[in-house]
């Protein structure tokens, strides 16, 4: 969630179903306030839609969401019209539905009761499925992993992966969670509180200027949660953040068909992949043929409501994939015997952007798409590889003899520019300012022009030797494709907080001068043609931003960490045979 406009990815969590195209209700009938008993005597609040005359029982789709079922009606009346009965479930403590709301916690066993609940009713023929995004995606790996009986498919779309890519990702918090938390506290929606991008950049500017602590972000925004005070004690993936995703044995129970959605620049990508990753590492061979992947050109919200546009970055009319046809195929062919999705011509169904016919190519496996790796190794003359127009290269030929290259990052240096926070910039993903600003904060590498039209498609990992005279830091690895005419396109970015460099969920200060590697293998996956005569632009620095935890680099507890432990950063990236700093991108054509 916390990637690529935190704030309009959030946005588009409860937007969305309301911007799909609105449905005649004359054939649908309505029931709200329809209460389902959990085990524990709480009764969640559902609202639910059915074909109005339609006398045989039908297959049931629920989604379970904090974010009030009547943000789901569009998709209620469009899944009724399919001869299906929805239902959108508040989740325990939130809308209607009564018990207290902890976010995560409560899903899975609440998820089972009320698939099994469902199956029991006299309209339902027994056949009980899940949808939803985001946190609606999250609960349904959630419910499955206890195994309701009844369960017959689910379709996470760009579901969330605790201790992955929310609340942190890289063992690194946002400003956005407090804002999330605040949009989820109490019965109610607050929308327009949520959506008020000035005064959550208020209350984040306020947190830099003053030089606070990062635990303090509740009380400035005047909204002290448990839940977030709580995330803060556990800022690496421990057991309390593996306690809602499935075990290994539960993945290998699970028998279920799955089809999981996400985008290139979805900001839970990394939880969808890992999702599927865990699921293929451990369920048995025959039910890994039953689990489908989706990834579109999309953002967060695209994953649900395609648009033609990302923040700049523009697409083909084969983006423009019918979402709610995809899922209600789906369902037809898992729960009616219906044909196969025609998207589906495989496993994997990935969309391909950039120079020239944009289209969806398809593969038996993610492995499959790209088996080929090209390194670049990183050089510079001399030493300068901190301007953007004397910059170092990225090069073919092998590790390559030069000066280390460094930069300088002091932590009580006002962010050069608002990133976007207070009114997210409509082409950010286009805009090289964030390059061309860096103030001497970051280091960066070009390819040369490419040769031929080149298909890239994968995850790229980087491995920079670095050195610090600081005990800790955060860094910030971005790619760019830099078209012939120099204009700049965002491909993917990734986080790495120094003591994580070995393991996210073990933290090693770093030794003083000493020449490490530090492994970036967080870029999300994309697919794009890099046009002849384009560059690649490699961008590493230490992220000064509004939206991120501030790192003082003092090396103790960071979200206690304020002004009076603040350290400037000197750093040093090696580029020689000793230390053959790489980028490796996989080409598919």
């Known amino acids: 969630m916390m990637r690529w406009s935190i704030a309009l990815l959030a946005a588009a969590l409860w937007s969305l179903p309301i911007v799909a195209q609105q449905h005649d209700t004359a054939a649908v009938d309505i029931r709200w306030g329809v209460k389902i008993p959990l085990r524990d005597g709480v009764h969640l609040n559902a609202t639910v839609y059915q074909p109005r005359g339609v006398t045989e029982p039908l297959p049931v789709i629920f989604t379970l969401t904090p974010y009030i079922g009547d943000t789901y009606h569009t998709w209620g009346l469009y899944q009724a019209r399919q001869r299906y009965i929805f239902a959108a479930v508040d989740v325990r403590g939130r809308g209607n539905s009564e018990g207290e709301f902890e976010p995560f916690v409560n899903e899975a066993k609440d998820g089972y ?286 590790p390559v003899e030069s000066p280390a290259d460094h930069y300088v990052y002091n932590p009580l240096d006002p ?24 103030a001497g904060n970051g280091v960066i590498y070009h390819t040369g022009p490419f040769a031929e039209e080149t298909e890239i498609a994968g995850q790229l990992s980087l491995t920079a030797w670095i050195s610090l005279d600081v005990p800790d830091t955060d860094f910030q690895a971005t790619v760019y494709e830099i078209l012939p005419d120099g204009k700049s396109i965002l491909l993917t970015t990734t986080l790495l907080r120094a003591r994580h460099r070995e393991s996210s969920r073990e933290e090693k200060l770093v030794p003083p001068g000493a020449i490490l590697p530090y492994r970036f293998v967080g870029f999300p996956f994309f697919a794009r043609r890099i046009a002849k005569g384009s560059r690649l632009r490699l961008f590493l620095h230490s992220p000064n931003s509004l939206t991120l935890e501030k790192n003082y680099n003092g090396g103790g507890v960071v979200a206690n960490e304020s002004g009076k432990d603040a350290r400037t950063a000197h750093v040093k990236i090696y580029h020689d045979r000793e230390h053959p700093s790489v980028l490796e991108v996989p080409v598919s054509r």
């Open 415 to 438: 962010p050069p520019f608002d990133e976007g926070v207070t009114h997210p910039s409509a082409l950010s993903f286009v805009d090289p300012s964030a390059v061309v600003r860096s």
């Open 113 to 398: 009761d009320v698939v099994e609940w469902f199956a029991r009713q006299p309209w339902s023929n027994g056949k009980t499925a899940m949808w939803g995004g985001s946190y609606g995606g999250f609960d349904q790996w959630a419910t499955i992993k206890e195994l309701p009986p009844h369960l017959t498919t689910i379709v996470p779309v760009a579901p969330t992966f605790l201790g992955h890519d929310y609340p942190f990702e890289a063992n690194i918090f946002s400003t956005y969670i407090i804002q999330w938390l605040t949009f989820t506290s109490g019965k109610a929606g607050q929308l327009n509180l949520f959506g008020d991008m000035s005064q959550w950049a208020g209350y984040a500017r306020t947190l830099d200027r003053l030089h606070l602590p990062y635990r303090l972000l509740d009380s400035v925004a005047g909204n002290k949660s448990t839940a977030f005070q709580k995330w803060l004690e556990h800022p690496k993936p421990d057991a309390y953040w593996d306690g809602p995703s499935p075990t290994p044995e539960q993945y290998r129970q699970m028998t279920q068909p799955i089809l999981t959605i996400t985008g290139h620049y979805d900001g839970d990508q990394l939880g969808t992949l890992l999702h599927y990753r865990r699921f293929l590492q451990y369920a048995t061979p025959e039910e890994r043929a039953k689990i489908y992947l989706v990834i579109g050109p999309w953002d967060h919200g695209g994953t649900r409501v395609p648009t033609r546009e990302v923040n700049g970055v523009e697409f083909g009319p084969a983006s423009m994939v019918d979402i709610l046809k995809l899922n209600s195929d789906w369902y037809d062919w898992t729960m009616k015997g219906g044909a196969r999705p025609e998207l589906l011509q495989k496993r994997v169904a990935y969309y391909v952007a950039g120079a020239h016919a944009e289209l969806w190519r398809y593969a038996d496996s993610l492995e499959a798409i790209a088996p080929q790796r090209n390194k670049f190794f990183l050089t510079s003359a001399g030493g300068r590889a901190e301007d953007i127009f004397a910059s170092g290269q990225l090069t073919t030929a092998g």
